[in-house]
């Protein structure tokens, strides 16, 4: 099957999506992410509205030389003509012909009171707009879509002129007609009704296009599809405005692995993981460890009971081997967890514990207790890593001996507070006495403690903290409550996150301060 031709899988992250509060995209990162796009495979990529703002006019004009897809097509997004204005002489159809781009994406009025109360003109002449755009852009070469806005509200409130205005479109030469839920109201068993009435009435091609403010953007497009539909519109990650779009990787997973279409290239679907993840890096935005099939905790398991079952048998307990879209099963240690979580996530970190039941069941009663205690380790692997090491060695690993550690913040009127921490240690057989300075008391200890460990251990250099989490474990005490930190650190190339717990804060952050240090010098086979 040629899939741009017999179903298409249209992103539209660059234009809907960064419509997302917060998401703000240059144009070098609109071309990395189009990239990172065509590796999924996807049929096309809109770039965003050309002439509409200077950043997608400069987009495209780039695209031209510093892209090259090997799956996409680039598709320009725009408007039909103004009211009164020739298609030909409207500057931002113009904009679209000279955009470069194979396929133009227009947006029409579908609803009667929009075009009354948004467009101000008449409905004939709305008809009048969509025809005239789709016939010139179509004359000049481009092959066009168009978005029916508001479709499913204007198909209440008007069901025929919804329809004409599709017909309208269609027989202009439109390759397919998306149907848009804009404010995203629908549910499944609604969108299927109007689809099938739809394409049984009209017989154009469909697409659909659904937000996601009913929770439902992924279900309703899946709806679409069952009712006919055979081109969908979506974004990576689901970005968009308000609650979003469809997550495209959601709704092409759940069309080739549950309903048995192919609808990418053969394979591809495996680096989706990889690649909605590193959009996120892109964007700046944190990828959301629940989302499904790509987030960290889609096929991670915790109950001890779910651990001992998997052992068995990875499918009882998932719904599809995570190699599939490029996951991995992970599997976390604590308190729930039994002999079989911990003896697996030994096996994940690099230890057969198979053989040796009583360490099993040692290191499970002493997780159980730390955790009893404000520990928690499925989200510190580092410190469980450290952990297990000292139980199957007998000794923790220890690169420095901390002698001891103070930290003093002052105020003077005026001027901001400054911490000042002191670190005595020996390392290397060295003793080392280093004063740091910082913003705030934890800030002054890392700097104090990574010059003095720094000194005999250079690649401690290359260590940067980059996540620091703070939760108060026992609220109703107040100030003297215990406290947990969780820091994650990387050296640039990984990362990884240590947990520490203590009567206060600051001691809290120096127990994963330094387990965040000896993990790294570990892992760089100090």
Same mark, same amino acid.
């Given at each position: 099957?040629?899939?741009?031709?017999?179903?298409?899988?249209?992103?539209?992250?660059?234009?809907?999506?960064?419509?997302?509060?917060?998401?703000?995209?240059?144009?070098?990162?609109?071309?990395?992410?189009?990239?990172?796009?065509?590796?999924?495979?996807?049929?096309?990529?809109?770039?965003?509205?050309?002439?509409?703002?200077?950043?997608?006019?400069?987009?495209?004009?780039?695209?031209?030389?510093?892209?090259?897809?090997?799956?996409?097509?680039?598709?320009?997004?725009?408007?039909?003509?103004?009211?009164?204005?020739?298609?030909?002489?409207?500057?931002?159809?113009?904009?679209?012909?000279?955009?470069?781009?194979?396929?133009?994406?227009? &947006?029409?009025? @579908?609803?009667?009171?929009? &075009?009354?109360?948004?467009?101000?003109?008449?409905?004939?002449?709305?008809?009048?707009?969509?025809?005239?755009?789709?016939?010139?852009?179509?004359?000049?070469? =481009?092959?066009?879509?168009?978005?029916?806005?508001?479709?499913?509200?204007?198909?209440?409130? #008007?069901?025929?002129?919804?329809?004409?205005?599709?017909?309208?479109?269609?027989?202009?030469?439109?390759?397919?007609?998306?149907?848009?839920?804009?404010? /995203?109201?629908?549910?499944?068993?609604?969108?299927?009704?109007?689809?099938?009435?739809?394409?049984?009435?009209?017989?154009?091609?469909?697409?659909?296009?659904?937000?996601?403010?009913?929770?439902?953007?992924?279900?309703?497009?899946?709806?679409?599809?069952?009712?006919?539909? @055979?081109?969908? =519109?979506?974004?990576?990650?689901?970005? *968009?405005?308000?609650?979003?779009?469809?997550?495209?990787? @959601?709704?092409?997973?759940?069309?080739?692995?549950?309903?048995?279409?192919?609808?990418?290239?053969?394979?591809?679907?495996?680096?989706?993981?990889?690649?909605?993840?590193?959009?996120?890096?892109?964007?700046?935005?944190?990828?959301?460890?629940?989302?499904?099939?790509?987030?960290?905790?889609?096929?991670?398991?915790?109950?001890?009971?779910?651990?001992?079952?998997?052992?068995?048998?990875?499918?009882?307990?998932?719904?599809?081997?995570?190699? /599939?879209?490029?996951?991995?099963?992970?599997?976390?240690?604590?308190?729930?967890?039994?002999?079989?979580?911990?003896?697996?996530?030994?096996?994940?970190?690099?230890?057969?514990?198979?053989?040796?039941?009583?360490?099993?069941?040692?290191?499970?009663?002493?997780?159980?207790?730390?955790?009893?205690? *404000?520990?928690?380790?499925?989200?510190?692997?580092? @410190?469980?890593?450290?952990?297990?090491?000292?139980?199957?060695?007998? &000794?923790?690993?220890?690169?420095?001996?901390?002698?001891?550690?103070?930290?003093?913040?002052?105020?003077?009127?005026?001027?901001?507070?400054?911490?000042?921490?002191?670190?005595?240690?020996?390392?290397? /057989?060295?003793?080392?006495?280093?004063?740091?300075?910082?913003?705030?008391?934890?800030?002054?200890?890392?700097?104090?403690?990574?010059?003095?460990?720094?000194?005999?251990?250079?690649?401690?250099?290359?260590?940067?903290?980059?996540?620091?989490?703070?939760?108060?474990?026992?609220?109703?005490?107040?100030?003297?409550?215990?406290?947990?930190?969780?820091?994650?650190?990387?050296?640039?190339?990984?990362?990884?996150?240590?947990?520490?717990?203590?009567? #206060?804060?600051?001691?809290?952050?120096?127990?994963?301060?330094?387990?965040?240090?000896?993990?790294?010098?570990?892992?760089?086979?100090?």
């Amino acid at each position: 099957m040629d899939l741009n031709d017999g179903f298409h899988v249209y992103d539209t992250t660059l234009r809907d999506g960064a419509q997302q509060e917060g998401l703000n995209l240059s144009v070098a990162d609109k071309l990395t992410i189009a990239r990172h796009l065509d590796d999924l495979g996807v049929g096309y990529i809109e770039g965003g509205w050309p002439g509409a703002n200077p950043k997608d006019t400069e987009f495209f004009r780039r695209a031209r030389d510093e892209l090259d897809l090997r799956h996409a097509r680039l598709a320009a997004f725009g408007a039909t003509r103004r009211a009164g204005v020739a298609a030909a002489d409207d500057p931002l159809v113009a904009a679209l012909r000279d955009s470069g781009a194979g396929v133009v994406t227009l &947006v029409a009025k @579908s609803h009667d009171r929009h &075009v009354d109360l948004a467009l101000r003109t008449t409905l004939e002449e709305n008809l009048a707009m969509v025809r005239d755009t789709v016939t010139h852009l179509r004359e000049e070469g =481009q092959e066009v879509f168009l978005d029916a806005e508001h479709f499913f509200d204007g198909y209440r409130a #008007n069901r025929d002129y919804a329809l004409e205005v599709l017909r309208t479109a269609y027989d202009a030469g439109a390759s397919v007609v998306a149907l848009c839920d804009t404010n /995203g109201g629908m549910l499944p068993g609604w969108v299927a009704d109007v689809v099938h009435d739809v394409v049984g009435t009209t017989g154009v091609r469909v697409g659909i296009h659904c937000h996601n403010d009913t929770g439902c953007a992924v279900a309703n497009t899946l709806a679409a599809v069952d009712a006919g539909a @055979s081109h969908v =519109q979506g974004t990576i990650n689901g970005y *968009g405005e308000r609650t979003g779009n469809a997550d495209l990787v @959601s709704v092409v997973a759940n069309l080739e692995l549950k309903l048995d279409r192919t609808v990418l290239p053969a394979g591809l679907l495996r680096d989706a993981t990889r690649v909605a993840h590193a959009v996120a890096d892109v964007t700046n935005v944190p990828p959301a460890g629940r989302q499904p099939y790509v987030g960290t905790s889609a096929f991670t398991h915790k109950a001890g009971l779910h651990a001992s079952a998997i052992k068995v048998d990875p499918d009882l307990y998932q719904h599809m081997d995570p190699a /599939g879209v490029g996951n991995d099963m992970r599997l976390l240690v604590s308190d729930m967890a039994g002999r079989a979580s911990v003896e697996l996530k030994g096996r994940e970190l690099g230890f057969d514990l198979a053989g040796d039941p009583e360490l099993v069941t040692r290191v499970t009663a002493r997780v159980k207790e730390l955790e009893s205690r *404000g520990h928690t380790f499925e989200a510190a692997d580092a @410190s469980f890593e450290l952990l297990l090491l000292e139980e199957v060695d007998g &000794v923790r690993p220890a690169y420095f001996d901390v002698e001891s550690w103070r930290v003093i913040t002052e105020t003077r009127p005026g001027e901001e507070a400054l911490s000042e921490a002191t670190v005595k240690l020996r390392a290397e /057989g060295v003793r080392y006495v280093v004063t740091g300075e910082g913003n705030g008391p934890v800030n002054a200890l890392d700097q104090a403690l990574r010059e003095a460990i720094g000194q005999a251990f250079p690649e401690v250099a290359k260590f940067e903290l980059i996540d620091y989490k703070v939760r108060i474990l026992d609220q109703g005490h107040g100030t003297d409550a215990v406290t947990r930190v969780l820091i994650e650190t990387t050296d640039g190339v990984s990362s990884w996150v240590t947990v520490g717990v203590g009567a #206060n804060v600051i001691e809290a952050s120096w127990g994963a301060l330094v387990d965040g240090m000896t993990y790294g010098l570990r892992r760089h086979g100090a």
